[in-house]
């Protein structure tokens, strides 16, 4: 029996859930669940601290977590008896697995299989038609402080997949915080900013230097098409690879 009441801990989930038409069934979310607009009328659980009482409350037959945004709070539900499924779904593939176990738990298991294929066609597209030559390339999510996608990130695949090479991919892993001597030594040919804004680069003395601003390739990117592991993550991929494409 598929799951009836459902409760979503991070807002890349409930767009899943609700791409996966299940927004009858969603009885809770976060307070930074922001999309589709219909998911700011749930009831909320928390922001990015959950609260389990709150979970409890709403009786939930399913709760679905993201393993790293809610590490601390799935071994306390899971005590508590809740059923949660969980994932990292940091690269496509993974992602794609999630929304299929989203849909074997919630008794829309064809729902699931067909947009995970359609994504997965969008994500082929993109692949084929990156660029042979592969710029060195910078995301950063933060430009004061300065902090950066290394490897093991959604991010880093994104851009290898759209034919951009991560500078740092060599020296980070995860989104970490790096000196601007690291990020300027890396020789940028392309800044990809999640968030922060084009100025902030072009504005810099520090960054004139950089072959990125020398050429104009600076972008500033939808952060929660780049960021958040959805559906909408083919939107990101789709917008980095254009950023790539147009200096190629």
Not at 147 to 174: H, K, P, V, Y
């Amino acid at each position: 029996m598929g799951a009836k009441r459902i409760v979503s801990l991070a807002p890349s989930i409930t767009e899943i859930l609700f791409a996966l038409r299940l927004e009858p069934r969603v009885v809770g979310v976060t307070e930074v669940c922001d999309y589709p607009p219909a998911a700011r009328r749930k009831p909320k659980v928390g922001d990015y601290q959950i609260s389990p009482e709150k979970v409890v409350a709403l009786k939930p037959d399913l709760v679905v977590a993201h393993e790293v945004l809610n590490v601390r709070v799935i071994p306390v539900l899971k005590r508590l008896g809740l059923r949660v499924l969980s994932a990292n779904p940091n690269r496509f593939e993974k992602l794609f697995a999630f929304i299929r176990a989203i849909g074997e738990a919630t008794d829309t298991a064809r729902e699931a299989a067909q947009l995970a294929r359609a994504m997965r066609a969008r994500v082929e597209r993109v692949r084929q038609r990156a660029p042979l030559r592969k710029p060195r390339s910078l995301f950063l999510i933060s430009v004061e402080p300065l902090w950066a996608a290394g490897r093991d990130t959604f991010a880093d695949e994104m851009m290898a997949i759209a034919g951009a090479r991560n500078a740092l991919a060599a020296s980070i892993s995860g989104f970490k915080a790096v000196s601007l001597e690291t990020a300027l030594g890396s020789a940028p040919e392309l800044i990809l900013l999640a968030g922060p804004k084009a100025d902030a680069i072009f504005q810099s003395p520090r960054w004139q230097r950089t072959p990125a601003v020398k050429n104009r390739r600076v972008y500033e990117l939808n952060p929660d098409w780049t960021l958040r592991e959805s559906p909408r993550s083919v939107n990101g991929l789709e917008q980095i690879a254009q950023c790539v494409r147009q200096g190629a």
